[in-house]
């Protein structure tokens, strides 16, 4: 995770283990400190991408640096990981998802900011009348994000 860890053993140090204190989502307070300092840490990113949008990802990296590259990023769609799922039940499923809860929550955040820094380079592009790649207006459809000219 992207959390800072200054202070969490001060914190540490003021938490009693065990004392059953959940915050909102069931987080402990510890856990509420690190996940909110790994979304401070992303926001602060000039550039992050998700894999799953590659094309989007790409798009988002070219606007922040100024860069444009020869070859559109790919996707592969079969991959070792969807192949190794269907391989685990259901049950140790669950319990990845419960191991792994605080990356989860990150992630949906980092979809979320992601989503919006790829809405505001699309409205800015269209409305300074540049045309979107058609490879990127498939993955906006699938994100819904307008592409059309406001």
Known sequence: ????STGIEDFKLNLMEG???KLPMGLT???EIILNSAKQTLAKLDFFGLTEYQRSTQYLFEKT???NFLTDFGTFQDTYS???RK??????LNNIENINNLDSILYQFGKSLFHKRLS???KEDLSDGRTLPDGLKKELVKLDI???NP
């Open 120 to 122: 505001d380079c699309v």
């Open 65 to 67: 640096f100024n860069v």
């Open 19 to 21: 004392d059953g204190l």
């Open 146 to 148: 307008s592409i059309s």
């Open 1 to 4: 995770m992207l959390a800072n």
């Open 82 to 84: 969807s192949s190794a």
């Open 29 to 31: 307070m510890q856990q």
């Open 87 to 92: 391989g685990i039940s259901d049950e140790m």
